[in-house]
């Protein structure tokens, strides 16, 4: 039926078409059904004018489809941001929750004697579990830890078993330091019938 409208009824005159303008309103939806109406019985008895309007159509499909594509792919691009977001999100919290301070380099400093040059260790307040690497050559057993001020103010103290694994001598201990402010400390560690080993710390 399209193949015939196509072709048999020519109209070389363009005698009573529409402008092309409207033919475009039409074929894009946007004149409205009261407009469009009385160029109905024309558009099926208008070859050329049929042509135009079917051209105007596809044109209307093509530029539909891309719209829906891109839409697509804004959608997926902005769930696959999200994605991303919530899995680097929550690889910090993992990485913040679990942290390690590692003593196997640092010197032994006695009492509250600290080295003016040394770095502070850095610690999360947020890490639930923390496992302490103690210097070369420490023995395995019970430690304890506190932190604390320079000024000899304490905040916290633990405890907990060391072991050798390896040739290094660890221990974890169950940290609650969400609750201290961010600033320097002192991280203090002894084994048991041992003196007191300081080190600066920084806690964020």
């Known amino acids: 039926m399209g193949r015939g409208l196509l ?3 020519p109209n070389p005159e363009r005698a009573g078409c529409p402008n092309a303008q409207l033919l475009k309103g039409i074929a894009f939806h946007e004149v409205p059904l009261a407009q469009a109406e009385p160029w109905l019985e024309h558009l099926t008895s208008c070859s050329p004018c049929y042509r135009d309007l079917s051209q105007f159509r596809e044109s209307y499909r093509r530029r539909r489809n891309r719209i829906l594509l891109a839409t697509a792919a804004a959608i997926l691009v902005a769930a696959s941001i999200s994605g991303w977001a919530l899995l680097h999100k929550r690889n910090e919290n993992l990485v913040a929750q679990t942290a ?3 003593l196997r380099n640092r010197s032994i400093p ?16 947020r890490a639930s579990k923390l496992t302490i690497l103690l210097p070369l050559g420490s023995s395995e057993g019970l430690y304890e830890i506190r932190i604390g001020r320079v000024s000899g103010e304490e905040f916290a103290a633990l405890h907990g078993t060391a072991k050798l694994s390896d040739g290094i001598t660890s221990f974890q201990v169950s940290p609650h330091f969400d609750s201290l402010p961010q600033g320097k400390y002192v991280l203090q560690i002894r084994g ?8 600066p710390l ?3």
């Open 202 to 204: 920084l806690l964020r």
């Open 7 to 9: 072709k048999e009824f």
């Open 110 to 125: 006695r009492g509250a004697e600290q080295n003016p040059n040394e770095q502070p260790l850095e610690l999360s307040r």
């Open 192 to 199: 048991i019938n041992s003196a007191w080993q300081s080190y």
């Open 100 to 102: 390690v301070l590692d």
